[in-house]
């Protein structure tokens, strides 16, 4: 194939030969193309890509995704868990209070303790009529609320 003269020059006497042109998606049958792809699934799982958006970058199904990439998969999932991890635990050290609440929770065992009704509040009759031995019996519930009662 020849090429007339451009804007920038003569190609008179040249032979131009069209490129060849690699496709922006990884041939996954081809080494190279193979090991590129191998490190752009760790990326992309790392970032939370989900197989389905990895596999529309790379122009393959699932099922092949899975079966040849599995390794990649799980590091690059493994990578974005510690990331996360890793923010989590720098939010709890800049003092917010959820990420400690959360953290708190999930590592430490802490639940959150259902709030019982409080006792009604007595009046000045009720108190003044009240015996030693009732007024001892209201404190002790309030007192081992949460505990599961007197032992």
């Known amino acids: 194939m020849r090429a007339r003269a451009g804007i920038h020059g003569s190609t008179a006497g040249k032979a131009v030969t069209p490129k060849?042109?690699?496709?922006?998606?990884?041939?996954?049958?081809?080494?190279?193309?193979?090991?590129?792809?191998?490190?752009?699934?760790?990326?992309?799982?790392?970032?939370?890509?989900?197989?389905?958006?990895?596999?529309?970058?790379?122009?393959?199904?699932?099922?092949?995704?899975?079966?040849?990439?599995a390794p990649q998969l799980r590091r690059g999932l493994a990578r974005l868990r510690h990331r996360l991890r890793q923010l989590l635990l720098d939010s709890a050290e800049a003092g917010k209070l959820p990420a400690q609440i959360w953290l708190g929770r999930l590592h430490l065992g802490r639940v959150e303790e259902e709030r019982q009704p409080e006792a009604p509040a007595r009046t000045r009759e009720e108190l003044a009529n009240m015996t030693t031995s009732e007024m001892l019996e209201d404190y002790l519930k309030i007192a081992t609320r949460g505990r599961g009662g007197v032992s």
């Open 20 to 69: 060849a042109h690699k496709s922006a998606k990884a041939d996954l049958s081809d080494r190279s193309d193979r090991s590129n792809a191998a490190a752009r699934v760790e990326e992309l799982a790392a970032l939370g890509c989900t197989a389905e958006e990895i596999c529309a970058q790379l122009d393959c199904s699932p099922e092949k995704l899975r079966a040849r990439f």
